[in-house]
């Protein structure tokens, strides 16, 4: 049981340049949720997805698209980066209404 | 790369010592609440949780109080080791599909 995998760990984009995170999770969970962890701010939820086929906002969305065409799979886009974007990125699952399993993140530098 | 706990309140305990972390939640219709512990350059890792009808909840080493009259939260852990030093996140469930995460608390724990 691999549980949530993310995929790069690191990337260095330059601002303008868009770029694909992907999110895996082999537990069969319903929920998924990518967030950003940025120093001294704790975890801010960007988008989320209640079930294949779907998404929904977050906290942050803005800059961000997602696609949920798997189960197990959620994708996290940019699309024209911008040194803002610069963070962790966490990828999350879980049952409905329960504990979220975590990624081990992607930190992605926009320069 | 930068700290997730850079401007974190801190907690520092000799190792032996019992720790107590707390956290303010702001909103009374929340029914379900977690801690989670993020290492350095990890994902949160999800240590213990407890719902509204409880006002008390026991793990290995950890016990979380939750005092709905005040919306506050207690991780406690016990004969606190080295290995228990990193930032520590509580969450709340509104009710809805996506947990609200407060800032974090770092605790450093001398030999």
């Known amino acids: 049981n691999a549980g949530v995998t993310q995929t790069p760990k690191f990337r260095v984009l330059k601002t303008g340049q868009s770029m694909t995170l992907l999110c895996a999770q082999d537990?069969?969970?319903?929920?998924m949720y990518w967030y950003r962890q940025d120093p001294g701010m704790g975890l801010r939820l960007i988008h989320y997805?209640?079930?294949?086929?779907?998404?929904a906002k977050g906290e942050v969305p803005d800059g961000y698209n997602v696609s949920r065409l798997k189960k197990q799979n959620f994708l996290l886009g940019l699309e024209s980066a911008a040194p803002s974007q610069t963070s962790v990125y966490f990828c999350?699952?879980?049952?409905?209404?329960?504990?979220?399993?975590f990624g081990p993140g992607t930190r992605l530098t926009v320069l | 790369g930068e700290s997730v706990g850079l401007h974190l309140p801190t907690l520092s305990v000799q190792e032996g010592d019992n720790s107590i972390i707390n956290c303010a939640y702001s909103?009374?219709?929340?029914?379900?609440f977690i801690w989670y512990k993020q290492e350095s350059g990890k994902g949160p890792q999800f240590i213990i949780d407890i719902r509204s009808n409880m006002d008390k909840r026991q793990g290995q080493r950890v016990t979380v109080l939750l005092n709905k009259t005040v919306k506050h939260l207690s991780l406690q852990i016990a004969a606190t080791q080295p290995g228990d030093s990193a930032v520590y996140f509580c969450?709340?469930?509104?009710?809805?599909?996506?947990?609200?995460f407060g800032k974090g608390t770092m605790l450093l724990v001398s030999p």
């Open positions: 999350a699952s879980s049952y409905v209404r329960s504990e979220q399993f």
């Open positions: 969450a709340e469930n509104r009710g809805y599909s996506t947990l609200t």
């Open positions: 909103n009374s219709a929340s029914d379900y």
């Open positions: 997805s209640v079930g294949e086929g779907t998404t």
């Open positions: 537990m069969n969970h319903e929920y």
